[in-house]
C-alpha cells in the first residue's frame, strides 16, 4: 500500500514565513486537514503547480503584479506515501481521482486513514492544476524534508 517518495518539491509562503508548517494544530482546515488536526506541508511536484494551487486558494482576489511571495525548494528522501499515481494504491483504499479533487471532506478522509495507516504523506492530484500532483508531508516526517533554498518572487499561474 505504502511506497517510497524521494526527490525535489516546491512551495510557495508569505515572503517572512519559513519553510515548514507551524508545530502546531491547524486553526483552520483546507484540502488534506481538518481545524484541529497538526498542520502538514503543502508542496507541488513542479513549480507551476504551486501557482496554480495560489491561484486557486486567492481565488483570483490577489494580483499577481503586485504579490510577492517567497518560493521554497526542498529535497524530500524516504517518505513513506500513499500515492495516487499508483493505480494499486488507488484500488486498495477505493479512491476515485476525480473525487478526490472536489469537496475538502473526501480528501480530508483519506488523510486522515494514510495516517492510520502510517504513511508520512500522500501523493494526490492537484485540484487546481488538473495532471499534474501535489505532496502533502504530515508533521512526524518533516524530518525528512532538506530545505534547498528559497526566492522571493511574485507568483506565475499557469495560463
Known amino acids: 500500500m505504502l511506497s517510497t517518495f ?13 519553510a515548514l508548517p507551524p508545530d502546531r494544530p491547524a486553526a483552520v482546515e483546507a484540502r488534506c486537514h481538518r481545524a484541529g488536526d497538526p498542520w502538514p506541508l503543502y508542496a507541488s511536484l513542479e513549480v ?15 494580483d499577481p503584479s503586485t504579490e510577492r511571495r517567497r518560493l521554497w525548494r526542498l529535497h524530500v528522501a524516504g517518505l513513506n506515501v500513499v500515492d495516487l499515481r499508483r493505480s494499486e494504491a488507488r484500488k486498495q483504499l477505493d479512491v476515485d481521482l476525480d473525487r478526490i479533487t472536489g469537496p475538502r471532506g473526501v480528501a480530508q478522509d483519506l488523510a486522515a486513514r494514510a495516517r492510520d495507516l ?17 505532496l502533502v508531508v504530515f508533521p ?3 524530518s525528512k524534508l532538506r530545505v534547498l533554498g528559497s526566492r522571493a518572487t511574485h507568483p506565475r499561474p499557469p495560463a
Open 118 to 134: 502510517g504513511a508520512d504523506g500522500l501523493v494526490l492530484p492537484s485540484a487546481a492544476h488538473p495532471e499534474h500532483w501535489n
Open 140 to 142: 512526524p516526517a518533516f
Open 48 to 62: 507551476e503547480t504551486v501557482w496554480a494551487e495560489w491561484s486557486a486558494a486567492t481565488r483570483g482576489a490577489v
Open 6 to 18: 524521494s526527490g525535489g518539491v516546491h512551495r510557495q509562503t508569505g515572503l517572512d514565513m519559513p
